[in-house]
Protein backbone atom coordinates (compact mmCIF):
# COMPACT_ATOMS: atom_id res chain seq x y z
CA UNK A 1 0.00 0.00 0.00
CA UNK A 2 1.46 3.73 -0.49
CA UNK A 3 -0.14 6.49 1.35
CA UNK A 4 -0.26 10.34 0.07
CA UNK A 5 -0.64 12.78 2.26
CA UNK A 6 -1.51 16.38 1.30
CA UNK A 7 -0.59 19.92 2.59
CA UNK A 8 -0.67 23.23 1.90
CA UNK A 9 -4.10 24.66 0.79
CA UNK A 10 -5.82 27.57 2.34
CA UNK A 11 -7.16 30.39 1.41
CA UNK A 12 -5.54 33.07 -0.47
CA UNK A 13 -6.16 35.90 -2.98
CA UNK A 14 -7.11 36.01 -6.93
CA UNK A 15 -3.62 36.40 -8.02
CA UNK A 16 -1.91 35.33 -5.66
CA UNK A 17 0.32 31.91 -5.45
CA UNK A 18 0.47 29.19 -3.15
CA UNK A 19 2.41 25.51 -3.25
CA UNK A 20 0.74 21.98 -2.31
CA UNK A 21 2.62 19.02 -0.78
CA UNK A 22 2.27 15.39 -1.32
CA UNK A 23 3.52 13.43 0.56
CA UNK A 24 3.81 9.31 0.33
CA UNK A 25 4.77 6.73 2.45
CA UNK A 26 4.53 2.97 2.55
CA UNK A 27 5.41 0.98 -0.18
CA UNK A 28 6.15 3.75 -2.50
CA UNK A 29 8.62 1.58 -4.98
CA UNK A 30 5.29 -0.12 -6.25
CA UNK A 31 3.91 3.55 -7.02
CA UNK A 32 5.04 5.12 -10.58
CA UNK A 33 2.96 8.16 -12.37
CA UNK A 34 1.97 10.64 -9.88
CA UNK A 35 -0.69 13.24 -10.67
CA UNK A 36 -3.01 16.10 -9.02
CA UNK A 37 -6.50 16.27 -9.86
CA UNK A 38 -9.37 18.64 -8.05
CA UNK A 39 -13.22 18.59 -7.14
CA UNK A 40 -15.36 21.68 -6.64
CA UNK A 41 -18.84 21.41 -4.86
CA UNK A 42 -21.09 19.87 -7.58
CA UNK A 43 -18.38 19.15 -9.74
CA UNK A 44 -17.18 15.71 -11.04
CA UNK A 45 -13.03 15.33 -10.05
CA UNK A 46 -11.05 16.61 -12.48
CA UNK A 47 -7.30 16.20 -13.92
CA UNK A 48 -5.06 18.46 -12.99
CA UNK A 49 -1.41 17.85 -13.89
CA UNK A 50 0.57 14.60 -14.10
CA UNK A 51 4.26 13.70 -13.93
CA UNK A 52 6.00 10.17 -14.46
CA UNK A 53 8.10 8.73 -12.03
CA UNK A 54 11.37 9.66 -13.36
CA UNK A 55 10.19 13.79 -13.82
CA UNK A 56 10.72 13.52 -17.46
CA UNK A 57 7.25 13.83 -18.58
CA UNK A 58 4.47 16.20 -17.66
CA UNK A 59 0.97 16.58 -18.62
CA UNK A 60 -1.35 19.87 -17.61
CA UNK A 61 -4.77 20.67 -18.29
CA UNK A 62 -5.55 23.46 -20.36
CA UNK A 63 -6.88 25.17 -17.55
CA UNK A 64 -3.93 25.22 -15.87
CA UNK A 65 -1.39 25.43 -18.20
CA UNK A 66 2.00 28.18 -18.03
CA UNK A 67 0.10 29.03 -14.09
CA UNK A 68 0.81 25.23 -12.17
CA UNK A 69 4.22 23.58 -12.13
CA UNK A 70 4.53 20.08 -10.88
CA UNK A 71 7.62 18.61 -9.54
CA UNK A 72 9.14 15.85 -7.60
CA UNK A 73 12.08 15.00 -5.28
CA UNK A 74 12.71 11.41 -5.32
CA UNK A 75 14.71 11.28 -2.52
CA UNK A 76 11.67 12.68 -0.47
CA UNK A 77 8.75 10.48 -1.86
CA UNK A 78 7.32 14.01 -2.41
CA UNK A 79 5.10 15.95 -5.10
CA UNK A 80 4.89 19.89 -5.55
CA UNK A 81 2.22 21.68 -7.25
CA UNK A 82 3.09 25.09 -7.13
CA UNK A 83 0.36 26.99 -8.00
CA UNK A 84 0.50 31.06 -9.53
CA UNK A 85 -1.83 33.37 -10.73
CA UNK A 86 -4.91 31.49 -8.99
CA UNK A 87 -7.98 32.18 -9.98
CA UNK A 88 -11.18 31.66 -7.93
CA UNK A 89 -12.16 28.80 -10.26
CA UNK A 90 -9.23 27.48 -9.08
CA UNK A 91 -11.38 26.84 -6.34
CA UNK A 92 -11.41 23.00 -5.03
CA UNK A 93 -10.23 20.32 -3.07
CA UNK A 94 -7.24 19.23 -4.22
CA UNK A 95 -5.84 15.69 -4.01
CA UNK A 96 -2.90 13.54 -4.84
CA UNK A 97 -2.89 10.16 -6.51
CA UNK A 98 -0.28 7.72 -7.96
CA UNK A 99 -0.32 5.12 -10.10
CA UNK A 100 0.53 1.73 -9.95
CA UNK A 101 3.51 0.33 -11.11
CA UNK A 102 4.98 -0.10 -14.47
CA UNK A 103 1.93 2.20 -15.68
CA UNK A 104 2.70 5.58 -17.20
CA UNK A 105 0.84 8.98 -17.01
CA UNK A 106 -2.48 9.37 -17.62
CA UNK A 107 -5.63 12.29 -17.22
CA UNK A 108 -7.74 9.54 -16.09
CA UNK A 109 -8.92 9.33 -12.51
CA UNK A 110 -9.91 5.72 -12.93
CA UNK A 111 -6.27 5.11 -13.52
CA UNK A 112 -4.81 5.74 -10.00
CA UNK A 113 -4.59 3.73 -7.18
CA UNK A 114 -3.99 5.25 -4.56
CA UNK A 115 -5.02 8.76 -3.54
CA UNK A 116 -4.64 11.23 -0.39
CA UNK A 117 -7.92 12.53 1.76
CA UNK A 118 -7.17 16.24 -0.17
CA UNK A 119 -5.75 19.68 0.88
CA UNK A 120 -8.86 22.37 0.27
CA UNK A 121 -7.94 25.43 -2.15
CA UNK A 122 -10.02 28.31 -1.85
CA UNK A 123 -9.16 31.46 -3.96
CA UNK A 124 -11.27 34.83 -2.97
CA UNK A 125 -12.04 37.44 -6.08
Known amino acids: QVQLVESGGRLVQAGGSLRLSCAAS????????MGWFRQAPGKEREFVVV????????YYADSVKGRFTISRDKAKNTVYLQMNSLKPEDTAVYYC??????????????????WGQGTQVTVSS
Open 97 to 114: AARRAPAGISPHPADYAY
Open 26 to 33: GRTFSANA
Open 51 to 58: ISWSGSSE
